[in-house]
């Protein structure tokens, strides 16, 4: 078979759920306060990947208004029950603290592509919430249970109860079968049967470097489970130096001719801060079962190339992407937060309209709509008209991850009316989220005419440019910034309390609340090469 090199799902893909049903596989990944809510990529391969679908995609089924940075939807578990597929996820109002506030909810569809149903409430006692479907044709709800007093821990174990699809609601006793291992921060658990043994796959060790798949079974549903002889069964945890980091929170799929193969979160971290600009991304590994216990081929270090049935094309990833606004927006495209697009974007006369809302890192309604960063080194270019009155109002380019890590190249005007660039940034800011001050030399620019604005992102060094209407040459603006800011290790908490990756893309702000809008005629995305990037090792 065809050696691939991991990640599978590049780019923010985090907590990956796999699914096989006949010749067709499906991974669904978390979106946390980006809208549509739930990554669903489809492969026939396990090598070749496409996004199919993102589910939660109406007010009745999500609205994360006011949900802070990395919360919103957490770990989605996708299954299929032999009718229709089933998607569990969390939405999280609140991570930081004792108290987590996250909600569990069920979702269903007879096709990977819908119409998906709104959503049934199941709980809100923990998250990473999973549904198992046992061959007797009863359903089971599992999630982590989380205790804020952390009476032994707050991370307190796993719990079981069964899930009445046709009364639409969780029924009976519930009960915590598994308290986690000395690894600690027990989630992300998957059900599954096999040769009369249940298996319970979970994430323990917090999801920074110390992440780790743990495997424990139990000839009883209810328990007690044994932990696998060799756990963690996956963690690159004492391996500072392997090429995947943070692997942990996995999921099991068989292929048809019956081989095993795991997929994990990873990171791949730069620079000497190790910081993973990529986020966590999906990876695969091949398994096998011995003495009914899986283990991970060559684990449980994870590989970075990996046995799959198919080789992988690489075309598509090293592809330039120009996207335009004449018809319907690119699947590629997301924004934060909320289902009301009409109040923040529209596609007009071939263009995209922003229309200027909250300030950029609003937890409410911000205007910005981007693209993951998916490659280490990049550049990025848009043309945006805009024609503001003062300096309430702004528009322009952005690489950003959160309110407390982004960098953003403005069209705006000063407080006499004339119209400036102006970049802001805010970096490694947690808890204040402020703009990193002084702000660079602005650039005064006429007050009418687009203006053409361009990002270059070489490893760690980013460098904005700009050129005016009717000139062809980009010139610099600004100095060079740190690329690697825009990191999972900068953004909330500073030790692995942010969860989602880099993106690029455009914004638009206006804090007088007239929503003037910004008219953008395209976004680039260029991938290159650069010495800096670490995709062999």
Known sequence: MPQVRNPILPGFNADPSILRVGEDYYIATSTFEWYPGVQIHHSRDLANWTLATRPLSRKSQLDMRGDPDSCGVWAPCLTHDGDKFWLVYTDVKRKDGSFKDTHNYIVSSPTIEGPWSDPVFANSSGFDPSLFHDDDGRKWFVNMLADHRARPRSFAGIVLQEFDAAAGKLVGPRKNIFPGTELDLVEGPHLYKRN??????????????????????????????????????????????????????????????????????????????????????????????????????????????????????????????????????????????????????ALEDGRLSLFGREAIGSWFEQSLLARRQEHFSYDAETVVDFSPEDERQFAGLTAYYSRYNFFYLTVTAHSDGQRELLIMSSEASWPLGKLEKPFPEPKRIPNEGKVRLAVTVRGRDLQFWYALEGDRELQKIGPVFDASIVSDECGGHQIHGSFTGAFVGVACSDLNGTALPARFDYLVYRPVRHHTDRYEI
Do not use: M
Not at 325 to 337: I, P, S, T, V
């Open 196 to 345: 009369g043994w249940y298996y319970l796959l979970t994430a323990e060790g917090g999801t920074g470097y110390g992440h780790a798949c743990t495997l424990a079974r139990s000839r009883d549903l209810w328990g007690p489970y044994t932990v696998h002889p060799q756990n963690p069964v996956l963690s690159s945890r004492d391996h500072p130096f392997a090429a995947l980091q943070r692997a942990g929170h996995g999921d099991i799929v068989e292929t048809p001719d019956g081989k095993t193969y795991l997929v994990h979160l990873t990171g791949r971290p730069t620079t000497q801060e190790r910081r993973c600009v990529l986020g966590r991304e999906t990876a695969i590994q091949e398994a096998f079962w011995k003495d009914d216990w899986l283990y991970v081929k060559n684990g449980p270090v994870p590989s970075l190339f990996v046995d799959l049935p198919a080789a992988r094309d690489d075309g598509p990833y090293w592809a330039e992407k120009k996207y335009t606004f004449a018809d319907e927006l690119h699947k590629d495209f997301q924004w934060l937060r909320t289902p009301d697009t009409d109040r923040i974007f």
